[in-house]
């Protein structure tokens, strides 16, 4: 997508061929910055910290961080040790542990004097995938969109947290849609999540939409159960970190509430997602999935900026008192209404989700 013009990715290739440049995103929305990783240790720190955030992003910077591994060593031991760092970075996001198999798998049988252009090659191939999957994920969504604008005209879509195309190469999940609705001439208003601790909603996809020009509104966490009983949401999109071989699915912290307002209030709740954020190991979401805890201190404090445009980071919660920080939780597949996927949309079941393997399999897109 762009900014003030020009193309931008949230990763890209360096031209020196062997470090990448990543837009950092904890500076957002006040400071673009960008950054440059020179070696594994700096992607995994880069993955951890969240420079670099959102389950796509994450699996392409790993499988570039595998790749600057293999630059340095190229032997087994090297390989397998950059596996387990960038793995051990986030838990939740399977995208991580996809790409990561994904690169193993086509290099350890190669002659490690082979392996770190193959794995250059293979990391921006996945990019340039990722790109095309969500691009595709966008025509789907967008016939739910147009059927909604066809009826009533204004169509106000809900989202929750960023997965938009900072959380992906390019296009975003959730977002992608959207996007390809405002340039068809889709009169679309999106009511952006805040997303309490990290902002993503405020700060990111707030920033992504104002930079492409589609109108919107940023929303406490708090507020869409209330729009929905007043008919101001027409359809919610999110995106998943990871959804089970049985359709339950696995986002950032809220989601859950989000679907349940939905559901009470008949709007559709559906989820955008690639196809490899599906974990075919996994049938009970909530059992299952590791969920990531984080500090508390980003629950008691929070980022801004000063009138002046300085940083600022204050605490917000009661002094002496301590704070929990789930980052995900897990929607049951009864309350969504929809998977988005690159390969069409399917029902949130295991039936529905068995015809998307088909699909997979046909395609021989590689299973997490
Ligand atoms: O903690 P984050 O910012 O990495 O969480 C991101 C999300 O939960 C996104 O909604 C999810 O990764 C889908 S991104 C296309």
Redesign the pocket.
Known sequence: MKIDGVAWRPIWAEEDGETVGIIDQTRLPFNFETKRLARMDEAAEAISV?RV????L?GVTAAYGLAMALRDDPSDAALGAAYDTLHATRPT?INLRWALDRMRGALLPLPPGERFARAWTLAAQMADEDVEINRRIGEHGLGLLREIADRKGRVNVLTH???GWL??VDW???TSPIYQAHDAGIDVHVWVDETRP?N?GSFLTAWELNGHGVPHSVIVDNAGGHLMQHGEVDLCF????RTTATGDVC??IGTYLKALAAADNNVPFHVCLPTPTVDWRVRDGVAEIPIENRAPEEVTEIDGVLPDGGDARMRIASPGSDAVNP??DVTPARLVTGLVTELGIVEASEAGLAKLRAKMEAEAIMLS
Do not use: E, L, S
């Open positions: 969240m955030r959102g389950a796509p994450i996001a947290c960023n997965a959380a992906t975003g999940t959730a990290r993503q999110v995106g998943t970190d986002n950032k980052a995900f």
